[in-house]
């Protein structure tokens, strides 16, 4: 229903009989192309893409116990977009297919890199680590990335539209091409629930259950990969999608990361079409990116969580 609305609402308003008949009866109108080519198109790219951000952000929050892990806050997107910026650089490339795979690259340098860094601190892997690390990370990263659009008017042009985060205009190939990716990283996340269940309970329990730890933290790590990796390829960096709705649905359904990671699929999907849909009313005729909307979201819950469970 959430689709329908999001194809209904916009700068054209389509009457609901009109959407049915073009997703159903297909009679090459104007208005029916529309809805075929474009509405639908760019709702389903945000149910996926909020789907994918809104259950990496789960799987890190449950691996690490850190109440704060997001695949933007932890620098996940920022170190793709630097993939996708220097790739543009350097080689001058425009390919869908070669941003999708940089994405995928700078998304596991950048989740290695911070799990690495922050368990040199002191107390190894705490949240607290892991929180300041990729903010380091995403600072370093997003200066470098700057640096690079500085310097290269042509990769400005380039990327600059894909840097914004949005859903709109987007290839939907690529958004086919992605897709088994962002499968096989949900079916990944949706199979560990009952031990990303344990492990956030913490890793001595963990062990002391029998559970592979290790291969459990590989396993996540994949999936987190391709979710984010395939998100910000489709999209561009778009944050705290993967904080927001963690939260919500631990509110909801409890601690249980087998429902924990399907509920967060439905709602991030949910989150990023209202977003699109607010992105697309708030300054008609003109569109704001979905990643301000959601930004506006949630830098508020960012620093209530920051001020109030890190504290414990």
Same mark, same amino acid.
């Given at each position: 229903?959430?689709?329908?609305?999001?194809?209904?609402?916009?700068?054209?308003?389509?009457?609901?009989?009109?959407?049915?008949?073009?997703?159903?009866?297909?009679?090459?109108?104007?208005?029916?192309? @529309?809805?075929?080519?474009?509405?639908?198109?760019?709702?389903?790219?945000?149910?996926?893409?909020?789907?994918?951000?809104?259950?990496?952000?789960?799987?890190?929050?449950? &691996?690490?116990?850190?109440?704060?892990?997001?695949?933007?806050?932890?620098?996940?997107?920022?170190?793709?977009?630097?993939?996708?910026?220097?790739?543009?650089?350097?080689?001058?490339?425009?390919?869908?297919?070669?941003?999708?795979?940089?994405?995928?690259?700078?998304?596991?340098?950048?989740?290695?890199?911070?799990?690495? &860094?922050?368990?040199?601190?002191?107390?190894?892997?705490?949240? &607290?680590?892991?929180?300041?690390?990729?903010?380091?990370?995403?600072?370093?990263?997003?200066?470098?990335?700057?640096?690079?659009?500085?310097?290269?008017?042509?990769?400005?042009?380039?990327?600059?539209?894909?840097?914004?985060?949005?859903?709109?205009?987007?290839?939907?190939?690529?958004?086919?091409?992605?897709?088994?990716?962002?499968? @096989?990283?949900?079916?990944?996340?949706?199979?560990?629930?009952?031990?990303?269940?344990?492990?956030?309970?913490?890793?001595?329990?963990?062990?002391?259950?029998?559970?592979?730890?290790?291969?459990?933290?590989?396993?996540?790590?994949?999936?987190?990969?391709?979710?984010?990796?395939?998100?910000?390829?489709?999209?561009?960096?778009?944050?705290?999608?993967?904080?927001?709705?963690?939260?919500?649905?631990?509110?909801?359904?409890?601690?249980?990361?087998?429902?924990?990671?399907?509920?967060?699929?439905?709602?991030?999907?949910?989150?990023?079409?209202?977003?699109?849909?607010?992105?697309?009313?708030?300054?008609?005729?003109?569109?704001?990116?979905?990643?301000?909307?959601?930004?506006?979201?949630?830098?508020?819950?960012?620093?209530?969580?920051?001020?109030?469970?890190?504290?414990?």
């Amino acid at each position: 229903m959430l689709l329908v609305a999001s194809m209904t609402l916009g700068a054209a308003k389509i009457p609901l009989s009109t959407i049915y008949a073009a997703l159903t009866e297909f009679d090459g109108s104007t208005e029916h192309l @529309i809805v075929q080519t474009i509405r639908l198109p760019r709702s389903l790219i945000a149910a996926l893409v909020g789907a994918a951000l809104a259950v990496a952000g789960a799987l890190m929050q449950g &691996l690490t116990r850190n109440p704060l892990a997001d695949p933007e806050i932890l620098g996940i997107n920022s170190g793709a977009a630097l993939a996708v910026a220097i790739a543009v650089f350097l080689f001058g490339t425009s390919s869908p297919i070669i941003y999708a795979g940089c994405a995928f690259l700078g998304a596991a340098a950048t989740a290695v890199s911070v799990y690495f &860094l922050a368990s040199l601190g002191r107390g190894g892997l705490t949240p &607290l680590n892991l929180t300041l690390v990729g903010a380091a990370l995403e600072a370093l990263f997003y200066s470098l990335m700057t640096s690079i659009l500085i310097v290269s008017q042509r990769t400005l042009d380039e990327i600059r539209f894909w840097l914004a985060g949005s859903v709109a205009d987007r290839d939907f190939t690529l958004f086919l091409q992605l897709l088994p990716y962002s499968i @096989i990283g949900l079916a990944i996340a949706f199979a560990l629930g009952r031990q990303i269940t344990t492990i956030s309970l913490g890793e001595d329990v963990a062990r002391s259950l029998g559970q592979q730890t290790v291969w459990v933290k590989v396993l996540a790590a994949v999936s987190i990969v391709l979710l984010a990796g395939s998100a910000v390829a489709i999209a561009g960096p778009i944050g705290f999608v993967g904080l927001i709705i963690p939260h919500i649905v631990r509110f909801l359904v409890g601690v249980d990361y087998r429902w924990i990671l399907p509920y967060s699929a439905v709602f991030g999907a949910i989150l990023l079409l209202i977003s699109d849909i607010g992105a697309r009313l708030l300054l008609q005729p003109q569109e704001l990116p979905v990643g301000v909307m959601t930004a506006i979201a949630g830098a508020p819950f960012f620093i209530y969580l920051a001020r109030w469970k890190i504290k414990r």
